[in-house]
C-alpha cells in the first residue's frame, strides 16, 4: 500500500469564487478571512495500491481473492488488468472548524472550502498515476454512487487497501460512510474514453453532476435506474 501523508492543497481562490457564485457579488473578504483560516487545518493524506485484476465475472471482478460487485465497473475493466484503489482526506480539523461555528453562513463557506480541498488533493492523486505508471486517458469510479455500485462496497474496496484507519485515520462508521466527512474513496482505472457515473445516474439537479445522464449509454450498460 502507497501512503502519502503530505499533499500539497493550494486552494485556488477562482474555483472558491465559482463554487459560491461571488464572481460579480457577495462578501468575498469575510470568504478570503475563512480560507486563511481553513488552510493550515487541511491535512490531506491519501493510501492506494497497485493492483492487478485476478479475475473477471460476469458482473465482478476480484482482487486479492475480494470480489467488487457492479456491471457498470466490470465493464469498464473490460481490457484492464491494473486498477488503483484509493482513499483520499483532508482530515477532520476543518469540519470540527466549521462545526463550531454558530453563523451558518460561515459553516457553509468552510464546508465549500473543504470540498475544493478534497477535490484538489485527489487531482494531485490523479496526477501522481498519470505521471508515475505513465497513464494518459484514467476515470474513476466510487462505490455508493449508483445503485449497480452500491455504498456496501465500500466494505470490500477498504480491505483491498488493508488498515486504512492505521494509515490515514478514515474509517467507516456503521452507515458506511467515512470519517471524516471530507474523504473520498474509490478506484481508478484507464481509459480511452473519459467515464463518468453521472452518465448513468438520472438524479435531477445535483449541484455537483459532470456529466450529462445518457439513457442510451445507461441501457448499454444493461442499468436504468
Ligand atoms: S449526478 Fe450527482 S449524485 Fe449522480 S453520480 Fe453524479 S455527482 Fe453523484
Not at 501523508?5 to 472558491?16: A, K, N, Q, T, Y
Not at 470568504?31 to 485484476?53: D, F, G, N, S
Not at 475493466?77 to 470540527?96: A, H, M, N
Not at 455504498?151 to 485515520?169: C, K, M, N, T
Amino acid at each position: 500500500m502507497e501512503n502519502l501523508e503530505h499533499i500539497p492543497v493550494s486552494l485556488d481562490l477562482g474555483e472558491i469564487k465559482r463554487s459560491l457564485h461571488m464572481e460579480r457579488s457577495g462578501d468575498w473578504s469575510q470568504v478570503q478571512t475563512l480560507v486563511e483560516l481553513a488552510q493550515p487545518l487541511i491535512k490531506a493524506r491519501a493510501v492506494y495500491r497497485v493492483c492487478y485484476i485476478e479475475e473477471k465475472l460476469e458482473d465482478a471482478i476480484r482482487i486479492d481473492g475480494i470480489c467488487l460487485k457492479s456491471r457498470v465497473l466490470r465493464k469498464n475493466l473490460e481490457g484492464v488488468e491494473r486498477v488503483f484503489p484509493y482513499v483520499v482526506t483532508i482530515g477532520d480539523k476543518l469540519e470540527t472548524k466549521a462545526r463550531s461555528c454558530k453563523d451558518l453562513l460561515k459553516q457553509y463557506y468552510l464546508d465549500t472550502i473543504g470540498n475544493i480541498a478534497l477535490v484538489t488533493a485527489r487531482r494531485y492523486l490523479e496526477d501522481r498515476f498519470r505521471s508515475r505508471y505513465a497513464l494518459d486517458g484514467m476515470s474513476s469510479m466510487s462505490p455508493g454512487s449508483l445503485k449497480d455500485w452500491p455504498i456496501e462496497e465500500q466494505r470490500p474496496l477498504f480491505s483491498i487497501l488493508g488498515d486504512v484507519e492505521a494509515s490515514i485515520g478514515v474509517r467507516l462508521n456503521q452507515s458506511l460512510l467515512m470519517i471524516p466527512s471530507k474523504s473520498l474513496s474509490g478506484i481508478y482505472f484507464p481509459t480511452e474514453i473519459a467515464f463518468y457515473s453521472c452518465q448513468l445516474c438520472p438524479r435531477k439537479r445535483c449541484p455537483s453532476r459532470k456529466a450529462s445522464y445518457d439513457e442510451t449509454l445507461a441501457r448499454e450498460y444493461g442499468i436504468l435506474e
